[in-house]
């Protein structure tokens, strides 16, 4: 009996490594393709036939839509977990924050098309996101680390002030009337700046 639950638990474990690099792979694969030849001419079959793997066990991972998602939330994830191994930014508070948030808009304009298809697919709501949810709870804790710098507390409301204003004008952007990405890094700094003085007026 002992030995029947060990070679189950193998067997499992051994089932679930598996399943995680098909996973990688697929999403690896997708976000080559979706760069390369772009999110609306990429199809399932597409990836399933970089993948070498059936069409059936690249919708296991996830439709289309799913994939852009996974490809950008991971890119995102990756960001974040990239600070925890730099040390923080100096300067005043929105040098902090724009250092926060500068290299996110790196990655939104470093593909404009697809990252206009990345938001249509979260505003359209048709897949659920759990992963883009937590990611921007992550950005709104950094962002009130920074404004919480006296450790007085009540920076909630101006934390999420700038990440929806952030949010608001990285999503309407767009290359055809604006060529230049640091303008809109300059854009949305200002905003902060403009926040971040109410901040600090605050009694």
Same mark, same amino acid.
């Given at each position: 009996?002992? #030995?029947?639950?060990?070679?189950?638990?193998?067997?499992? #474990?051994?089932?679930?490594?598996?399943?995680?690099? #098909?996973?990688?792979?697929?999403?690896?694969?997708?976000?080559?393709?979706?760069?390369?030849?772009?999110?609306?001419?990429?199809?399932?079959r597409d990836i399933a036939t970089a993948c070498g793997l059936s069409i059936?066990?690249?919708?296991?991972?996830? &439709?289309?839509?799913?994939?852009?998602?996974?490809?950008? &939330?991971?890119q995102i994830?990756?960001?974040?977990?990239?600070?925890? &191994?730099?040390?923080?930014?100096?300067? &005043?508070?929105?040098?902090?924050?724009?250092a926060l948030l500068d290299p996110l808009v790196d990655l939104f304009t470093s593909n404009p098309r697809l990252a206009r298809s990345y938001a249509s697919i979260l505003i359209a709501g048709d897949n659920?996101?759990?992963?883009?949810?937590?990611?921007?709870?992550?950005?709104?804790?950094?962002?009130?680390?920074?404004?919480?710098?006296?450790?007085?507390?009540?920076?909630?409301?101006s934390a999420r002030a700038v990440y929806f204003a952030y949010i608001g004008r990285l999503f309407s952007w767009s290359p055809s009337n604006d060529t230049d990405p640091d303008s809109l890094k300059q854009s949305i700094r200002e905003v902060v700046e403009a926040i971040c003085t109410r901040q600090e007026t605050r009694p």
């Open positions: 009996m002992f #030995t029947e639950r060990v070679q189950e638990v193998v067997v499992a #474990t051994i089932r679930d490594m598996q399943r995680r690099e #098909t996973v990688a792979t697929v999403l690896h694969t997708a976000a080559e393709l979706f760069e390369a030849k772009g999110f609306t001419e990429t199809t399932i059936g066990t690249v919708m296991s991972v996830g &439709d289309k839509n799913g994939l852009l998602l996974a490809t950008f &939330d991971h994830s990756e960001i974040h977990e990239r600070r925890t &191994d730099t040390p923080a930014h100096e300067g &005043d508070a929105v040098d902090q924050i724009a659920e996101p759990n992963a883009f949810t937590e990611l921007s709870q992550t950005l709104i804790a950094e962002i009130e680390a920074v404004l919480d710098h006296g450790n007085r507390g009540g920076v909630s409301a």
